[in-house]
């Protein structure tokens, strides 16, 4: 593991930290720096071990180069359906501010993975696939609040990835084993605040308790503000 070369007072105000105790970490960070821990009161010692626990590793070396999340095959597979249906919709001529449900679960998802960073090898995979009924069910509650505040339209679940079977090898599974064109709700600008919202009360604890690589993760949801940078690459 690399050393810290300076405080990460940034990186806590980003995990939702108030402005009072990252300036404390900030502070307390440069006193043992220069003094050395064993000066510093035991409440403040334990104080900037909570909070250099709440922080991401920094890695060095092999650790360094291992795949980033962004690389690793659950987070490609999402992305690829969430691709796919966004280029759908573009031709959709849907309402300015509407969405498909369907990818605003998907992008939940991402933002969540992005956020907690989990291992996602094996054991977090297999149990990942708990998620395809939990995301069926908001979708359910999508197409009842669709005939209200939104509409229905076509979508086949399917045609993208045989696409690109047609053109690589690959070992991507369906987003939903349907065939041919699925009802798909697409909810207005007024109704996807509040789904969102039921997206996320739904899905944040789900992601921390499935997720063995997430058992002893002490971080905090992640404000509602927080999101994706598209361009990160993990």
Same mark, same amino acid.
């Given at each position: 593991?690399a050393?810290?070369?300076?405080?990460r007072?940034? +990186? =806590?105000?980003?995990?939702?930290?108030s402005?009072?105790?990252? #300036?404390?970490?900030? +502070?307390?960070?440069?006193?043992?720096?220069?003094?050395?821990?064993? %000066?510093l009161? @035991? +409440?403040?010692?334990?104080?900037?071990r909570? &909070?250099?626990?709440?922080?991401?590793a920094?890695l060095?070396?092999? &650790?360094? &180069?291992?795949?980033?999340?962004?690389? !690793?095959?659950?987070v490609r597979w999402?992305q690829?359906?969430?691709?796919?249906?966004?280029?759908?919709?573009? #031709?959709?001529g849907?309402?300015?501010?509407?969405?498909?449900?369907? $990818?605003?679960?998907?992008?939940?998802?991402?933002?969540?993975?992005?956020?907690?960073?989990?291992?996602?090898?094996?054991?977090?995979?297999l149990?990942? !696939?708990?998620?395809?009924?939990?995301?069926? +069910?908001?979708?359910?509650?999508?197409?009842?609040?669709? #005939?209200?505040?939104?509409?229905?339209?076509?979508?086949?679940?399917?045609?993208a =990835?045989?696409?690109? !079977? &047609? !053109?690589?090898?690959?070992?991507f @599974?369906p987003?939903?084993?349907?065939?041919g064109?699925?009802?798909?709700?697409v =909810?207005?600008?007024?109704?996807?605040?509040?789904?969102?919202?039921?997206?996320?009360?739904?899905?944040?604890?789900? =992601?921390?308790?499935?997720? $063995?690589?997430?058992? %002893?993760?002490?971080?905090?949801?992640?404000?509602?503000?927080?999101?994706?940078d598209?361009? #990160?690459?993990?």
């Amino acid at each position: 593991m690399a050393k810290e070369l300076t405080h990460r007072g940034d +990186e =806590l105000k980003s995990l939702g930290w108030s402005a009072e105790d990252v #300036a404390r970490y900030a +502070e307390l960070w440069e006193y043992r720096q220069r003094w050395g821990a064993m %000066n510093l009161e @035991r +409440e403040d010692r334990l104080f900037l071990r909570k &909070a250099e626990a709440a922080l991401p590793a920094i890695l060095s070396g092999k &650790a360094a &180069a291992r795949k980033g999340l962004r690389d !690793k095959a659950y987070v490609r597979w999402l992305q690829f359906h969430l691709d796919a249906m966004q280029a759908a919709e573009a #031709a959709f001529g849907l309402p300015d501010g509407a969405q498909g449900a369907w $990818p605003m679960l998907l992008e939940e998802e991402l933002r969540l993975l992005d956020y907690y960073q989990p291992v996602l090898g094996l054991p977090d995979t297999l149990k990942a !696939k708990g998620f395809d009924p939990v995301r069926e +069910e908001l979708a359910e509650m999508a197409t009842a609040l669709a #005939a209200s505040s939104g509409e229905m339209r076509q979508y086949d679940f399917m045609a993208a =990835l045989e696409a690109l !079977k &047609a !053109k690589e090898s690959t070992r991507f @599974r369906p987003l939903r084993d349907l065939e041919g064109a699925q009802p798909y709700p697409v =909810l207005h600008a007024d109704a996807l605040v509040s789904f969102r919202d039921q997206v996320r009360a739904r899905l944040t604890p789900l =992601l921390r308790e499935t997720l $063995p690589s997430l058992a %002893n993760s002490e971080k905090p949801e992640p404000p509602a503000d927080w999101s994706r940078d598209p361009g #990160a690459g993990s």
